[in-house]
C-alpha cells in the first residue's frame, strides 16, 4: 500500500511455518529476521495474541488471521497455487487501460503496489512498471510471487514479469529517486479504501490488509509527489462512489468496482 503509516507494529505479526515442515525452520528465521517479526513455530498458534501471522509454507507464503481455517492471502502470478487464480490480462478497452493513457513510450510508477495484482495488469499490457510498496510484510510476498513466477515454465508470464521493476520503500521518497534515473510518465496510485466503503477487494482480503498497514491517511501527501513527478498523467484508483482524492480530476473512466480519476500532467 501507499506511504502511510502502519496500523500495525512488526510485533503484532509472527512468522511462521508449519509444524509438521521443521525443515522450513530456517528459512522462517531468516524471513523474520528481515522484517523484524517474532518467528515461532505454529503448534498451537491460534491461540496467539498477534493480530497476523506470515507462514512460510515452502511454496509460497500466507498471510492471514491465527484463529482463520481458510485461505489468507498470497502473492501468485501463476493461477497455480491452490485457492488463487491469476487474473487474467486486460483489454485496452477496459477502465484500467483507458485511465493509463497512450501505451506507445510510457512507463509506470505504481507507488501504491500492495498485492501487486494492478501491477501485473499493466505489466500484460505491456507496460514497463516500476512497483513500490513500503510495507516489508507485502514486499516479502512481492518477492516471494516475483520469484515463483520467474521458475514456472509459462513464457507469458515470465516476459510479463520482466516488465516489472520492484522497489521496497517510502514512495514518497522512492519517486524522487526514481525520476532522477528516468521519466515518470504516469503514476498509478491506489490508496486505501476509506473504512466505511465497500471495496473492489475481496471483504476477506481488503480486512487483511488493512489490519496490515492501515489507512492510507497521506495519501494527499503521496498525490502531490506524484503530480510533480508525471510528464504525462497521475492516475488514482477509487470506488465508484467515493469522493476524488483531491478536487477536479481532468477526467475519469469508470467501471463496475472502480473508478479511475486522471490528473494531466505536464507533458
Not at 12 to 21: G, H, K, L, M, N
Not at 141 to 153: E, Q, S
Not at 167 to 189: P, S
Request: a positive charge.
Amino acid at each position: 500500500m501507499s506511504s502511510g503509516q502502519h496500523a500495525l507494529s512488526a510485533s503484532a505479526v509472527i512468522v511462521t511455518w508449519p509444524s509438521d515442515r521443521p525443515s522450513l525452520q530456517e528459512e522462517a528465521r531468516t524471513l523474520a529476521n528481515k522484517v523484524d517479526c517474532e518467528c515461532r513455530d505454529s503448534e498451537g498458534i491460534e491461540k496467539t495474541e498477534a493480530a497476523l501471522l506470515l507462514v512460510v509454507h515452502g511454496d509460497r507464503l500466507e498471510l492471514r488471521e491465527p484463529a482463520s481455517r481458510g485461505r489468507g492471502l498470497t502473492v501468485d502470478f501463476t493461477g497455480t497455487v491452490k485457492g488463487t487464480r491469476r487474473r487474467a490480462g486486460v483489454s485496452s478497452k477496459q477502465p484500467i487501460a483507458r485511465a493509463m493513457g497512450p501505451r506507445r513510450g510510457a512507463s509506470i510508477i505504481d507507488a501504491t503496489a500492495g498485492l501487486a495484482r494492478d501491477t501485473f495488469l499493466l505489466a500484460s499490457l505491456g507496460y514497463p512498471v516500476i512497483a513500490v510498496e513500503r510495507s516489508p510484510i507485502l514486499a516479502a510476498m512481492i518477492h516471494d510471487g516475483l520469484a515463483r513466477g520467474m521458475g514456472v515454465g509459462n513464457a507469458r508470464v515470465r516476459a510479463t514479469l520482466e516488465r516489472i521493476r520492484f522497489v521496497e520503500g517510502d514512495a514518497r521518497e522512492a519517486i524522487g529517486v526514481l525520476t532522477k534515473q528516468g521519466t515518470a510518465d504516469v503514476v498509478y496510485l491506489d490508496p486505501m479504501y476509506p473504512s466505511k466503503k465497500k471495496s473492489a477487494l475481496a471483504k476477506k482480503e481488503i480486512r487483511l490488509l488493512r489490519q496490515l498497514v492501515g489507512d492510507d491517511g497521506d495519501a494527499e501527501e503521496l498525490f502531490r509527489v506524484a503530480r510533480e513527478a508525471a510528464v504525462r498523467r497521475v492516475v488514482v484508483k477509487r470506488h465508484p462512489q467515493a469522493p476524488p482524492l483531491v478536487p477536479s480530476p481532468d477526467v475519469q473512466f469508470k467501471g463496475r468496482t472502480a473508478r479511475f480519476d486522471v490528473y494531466l500532467g505536464r507533458g
